[in-house]
């Protein structure tokens, strides 16, 4: 915030006349740092020239001229009233359109209004960004316009209103517009952004105006899935533009339950273990990762896979390199056939390790016991590990030949893989490899509640903080798997401890974000990537199309209505 306070410093000179977030006095700032002190302004929807306008106190106090344009027929009404009296005001009552008679170039070229006016301020709450790049043969000194406050500064999302879907572009995708068309972000106030041509830039001193220096989104949600295909939010669930009056009279946001989101019914929403059938997709995103992305997560560079899934075998390798081992004893749980994915093969195989390797799976254990028959080094267990007795993992480890202090346990469960690490109390070992989700992006803490049956699994940043509480350190990331190491062994890395951003970028994860119409737009990953099956926004809606409509239609700006019981009958009025 430090960053964005620093680089957005214009939005410190808010101050409101007519204004809804104080966009006159940016703009009084702005004006004098440009040496503008009268000129001509257009604004798109004026609505009725007053309520939330960003050009009244230019016009009625300071003399400005102005075209105003307003589609809707009350409200236009209204704005020709304000306007009485006042000269060079020039009113249309239109919708502005991208080309033919109705385009910004053609309603302007109707008017006196030089080419290089000073201020162009849009507002009509979706083709905002259209109707900015289709204009050719103006350039404004000064552009406000309106973006959706509600999408992450690193989002370029910019969508046509078809009819289907009114939504109003990202603050990203209106930067790179106004770079086509030689303009700066110099401020964001509110829903709206500001920019000066190229020239101008240089006199505002702002050192990155990069959307991520100087925004950050209003609501953030997020959207992960389970392994078994089941759909979750996080973040914000309200409806910003959409309100229902309750049983007890009171009008709320509509709230987004996880039910209302299902890309699948729930008979199709069926867990399988990763090891038990092909994935072409994960098969890929296994061996994903871009190191320039991932500075924090040096290790990334050893990735090299004997039986492991995504180069852990690798990694492994070069941290024991570095820390060395005390025993060279290992435990994994979620051990499979002890070759498909195994953590654990090359250590126990190729390095004469010993351990206990631990897999509840009937037909997996069969496989299991046939490749270690006979081996005095390796102890195997069939169980379901939960965090209790019997079966808990400390319960399974005692009477084994473990040490108390061993060098290595790789939990992968796909489940609850986080409370069984949680939960493991007598046994410390020096580094822990477990199994993340990486559809959940890494500002979520998430972990599934205790219980085997259920296969959601943890998110990244959850098992940092269960593995700092814990005394271990993020060595390294590979596509879904953690490696910890234990506090005391961790310096010997040669590596400091990052930032989760530094260390992960989470290809997996999917951003949701409302247009004002209510209707849910997805970036990201548009796939449940355990059952391979792509998705789109459409399956995520959890308002039907006749529902989802401009808020904006009854000529009361900014007024709350519940979309369904709007006219509320009380006991005294009249039958």
């Given at each position: 915030m430090r960053e964005i306070e620093k680089n957005n410093y214009l939005a410190k000179y808010a101050k409101a006349v007519t204004s809804q977030d104080g966009e006159d006095g940016v703009l009084a700032e702005i004006f004098t740092r440009m040496g503008l002190t009268h000129g001509w302004c257009v604004e798109f929807?004026?609505?009725?020239?007053?309520?939330?306008?960003?050009?009244?106190?230019?016009?009625?106090?300071?003399?400005?001229?102005?075209?105003?344009?307003?589609?809707?027929?009350?409200?236009?009404?209204?704005?020709?009233?304000?306007?009485?009296?006042?000269?060079?005001?020039?009113?249309?009552n239109q919708l502005v359109e991208i080309d033919g008679i109705n385009s910004l170039d053609a309603i302007l070229g109707r008017t006196p209004i030089p080419p290089d006016f000073e201020l162009l301020v849009i507002d009509i709450d979706g083709n905002d960004f259209y109707v900015w790049r289709s204009l050719e043969r103006y350039r404004p000194k000064v552009v406000m316009i309106e973006f959706n406050p509600f999408i992450p500064a690193d989002i370029n999302f910019a969508k046509w209103n078809d009819g289907q879907v009114k939504a109003s572009a990202s603050l990203k995708a209106v930067?790179?517009?106004?770079?086509?068309?030689?303009y700066e972000l110099v401020c964001t106030i509110g829903p709206n952004a500001v920019f000066v041509p190229l020239e101008y830039f240089p006199?505002?001193?702002?050192?990155?105006?990069?959307?991520?220096?100087?925004?950050?989104?209003?609501?953030?949600t997020?959207?992960?899935?389970?392994?078994?295909?089941?759909?979750?939010?996080?973040?914000?669930?309200?409806?910003?533009?959409?309100?229902?009056i309750d049983r007890a009279g009171i009008l709320e946001h509509v709230e987004v339950a996880d039910d209302d989101i299902q890309a699948l019914p729930r008979a199709l929403r069926v867990f399988r273990p990763r090891m038990s059938y092909q994935n072409d997709f994960l098969e890929q995103q296994a061996a994903a990762g871009d190191s320039a992305n991932q500075t924090g997560n040096i290790l990334f560079a050893f990735r090299a896979n004997v039986t492991s899934e995504c180069g852990e075998d690798g990694i492994l390798r070069r941290i024991f390199e570095l820390i060395g081992t005390d025993n060279?004893?290992?435990?994994?749980?979620g051990a499979y056939d002890g070759r498909t994915f195994s953590n654990t093969w090359s250590l126990l195989n190729e390095q004469t390790w010993s351990g206990v390797l631990i897999e509840k799976n009937d037909e997996a254990f069969k496989a299991l016991t046939a490749r270690y028959a006979g081996s005095p080094l390796v102890q195997l267990v069939q169980a379901e590990v939960t965090t209790t007795p019997p079966v808990s993992l400390d319960a399974i480890l005692t009477p084994s030949a473990c040490p108390q202090r061993f060098d290595f346990l790789c939990v992968d469960v796909e489940g609850n893989d986080y409370s069984l690490w949680a939960s493991l109390r007598q046994f410390r070992p020096r580094v822990v490899m477990i199994d993340f989700n990486p559809t959940i992006s890494n500002e979520v803490i998430f972990a599934q509640q205790d219980d085997p049956s259920i296969n959601d699994g943890a998110s990244?940043?959850?098992?940092?903080?269960?593995?700092?509480?814990?005394?271990?350190?993020?060595?390294?990331?590979?596509?879904?798997?953690?490696?910890?190491?234990?506090r005391e062994s961790f310096p010997r890395l040669g590596q400091k401890t990052e930032e989760i951003d530094a260390v992960y970028a989470p290809v997996l994860e999917t951003r949701v974000f409302q247009s004002i119409d209510s209707y849910f737009s997805m970036m990201g990953c548009d796939r449940l990537i355990r059952h391979n099956y792509v998705f789109d926004e459409n399956h995520l809606q959890p308002l039907a199309p006749n529902v989802r409509v401009l808020p904006f239609v009854t000529g009361n700006l900014g007024e709350l209505r519940s979309t369904f019981f709007d006219r509320v009958r009380r006991p005294d009025d009249p039958a």
């Open positions: 929807g004026a609505w009725d020239g007053k309520l939330h306008s960003n050009t009244w106190d230019l016009i009625h106090n300071k003399q400005w001229k102005a075209v105003y344009i307003e589609p809707v027929s009350e409200v236009f009404r209204r704005l020709e009233q304000n306007c009485q009296g006042l000269s060079d005001i020039h009113c249309f930067c790179e517009l106004g770079k086509t068309k030689g006199r505002f001193e702002i050192e990155d105006n990069r959307p991520e220096a100087m925004f950050r989104a209003l609501l953030d997020k959207l992960f899935q389970g392994y078994d295909g089941t759909l979750f939010l996080a973040g914000n669930r309200k409806i910003i533009w959409r309100h229902q060279k004893y290992c435990v994994e749980v990244l940043r959850a098992l940092i903080q269960l593995a700092q509480f814990k005394g271990y350190e993020l060595a390294a990331v590979t596509s879904w798997n953690a490696i910890f190491v234990d």
